[in-house]
């Protein structure tokens, strides 16, 4: 382990160190020590944390290099309230930031973070959000089946309650993977015409009914629950959105640094990073010779890098992680297309 990963891991300020150690007792950073080697961290950096979370991250890239400023940004009003006493602790090394992560052009610009030295992405929803019953994202509690990150717009409960049956097993197959599909939005639509769905455990139970799962397996409920909760946040919109705005605000050998939890968001950073890179093939055979963009990034390992079996062990919730990392070129960002994508 480097010598910045160790500062890191042990705060060396002591009101910051008691706001990790209470971050720390809600959720756990996955693959830490990994993301702080890979940011190769330098004093005067200034660095996004774009899932800021219970503050993990942030935390640790305070204290591992002296005089490093970070900009933190988090959609979840609860973690901007409770990030607070880390944001004291930081003396002014912090600034939290209400807001989704495919803002961060917008947010770096008014925050003074552009151009940035790093940017550190952690996606998907974390533990607090998952152990509060009241926020219904998990199927694991008994509660309203809400799963809105920001607390407003549509909920889960929403979507099932008035989803047409065709867009619902759709909704189900392409964002949870589900083979199960159609027939859990087809128990969804018969279950909701004698009584709407409410709660966490009405949805749980129904679909534990339909999809049959060994007994060594998954939750029977993980994908639809996943897939609900990906289409109510627009979580995969965001991470796109996200790394586009990195590639127009990073530095020259700015690193961006992606932790992701499913295949679909994994997917997404490869397939970005490759073309963004020019490791993907030629489009055609007969586009002429110099057609193909400037790379914008740089690989830095061609595999994900996987956790240890020993974080594993001690933090199961890291077990499907994967950390894809690429370096900033000098090359300028690539214009957006209509659809926001580049």
């Known amino acids: ?125 974390s533990s607090m959000q998952l152990d509060d019953a009241a926020r219904g994202f998990s199927f694991r509690f008994d509660g309203p089946l809400d799963m809105r990150m920001e607390q407003e717009g549509p909920s889960a409960a929403e979507l099932v309650n008035t989803m047409d049956e065709t867009a619902l097993a759709d909704l189900i197959y392409t964002y949870g993977e589900e083979r199960r599909s159609r027939a859990v939005a087809r128990a969804i639509v018969a279950m909701r015409r004698e009584t709407p769905f409410e709660t966490t455990k009405q949805l749980t139970d129904l679909v534990a009914r339909v999809v049959h799962m060994p007994r060594d397996a998954i939750h029977p409920a993980t994908r639809t629950f996943q897939a609900l909760r990906i289409a109510v946040n627009d979580e995969l919109g965001e991470l796109e959105r996200a790394l586009d705005a990195a590639e127009e605000i990073l530095d020259e050998g700015g690193r961006l640094a992606v932790v992701t939890f499913h295949s679909l968001e994994d997917r997404i950073v490869k397939r970005f990073i490759a073309e963004r890179a020019g490791d993907t093939p030629d489009p055609s055979r007969h586009m002429p010779m110099g057609a193909r963009p400037a790379a914008t990034f740089e690989t830095l390992q061609r595999k994900p890098i996987d956790p240890s079996a020993e974080e594993i062990a001690e933090n199961p919730r890291a077990r499907s992680a994967r950390l894809r990392v690429a370096r900033r070129t000098a090359a300028p960002a690539r214009v957006a297309s209509p659809k926001g994508r580049r």
């Open 1 to 125: 382990m480097s010598a910045v990963v160790s500062r890191a891991l042990m705060p060396s300020f002591p009101a910051l160190s008691d706001a990790v150690r209470n971050g720390a007792s809600r959720h756990r950073p996955v693959m830490l020590a990994e993301v702080l080697a890979e940011l190769a961290l330098q004093s005067g950096d200034r660095v996004i944390d774009g899932t800021f979370g219970a503050g993990g991250y942030s935390a640790a890239i305070l204290n591992a290099v002296p005089d490093i400023h970070v900009m933190a940004i988090d959609r979840d009003p609860n973690a901007i309230r409770d990030g607070a006493a880390l944001v004291d602790a930081a003396e002014g090394r912090l600034k939290l930031v209400e807001g989704r992560f495919g803002d961060i052009a917008s947010l770096a610009e008014a925050h003074g973070f552009k151009p940035a030295d790093a940017i550190v992405l952690d996606i998907g929803v």
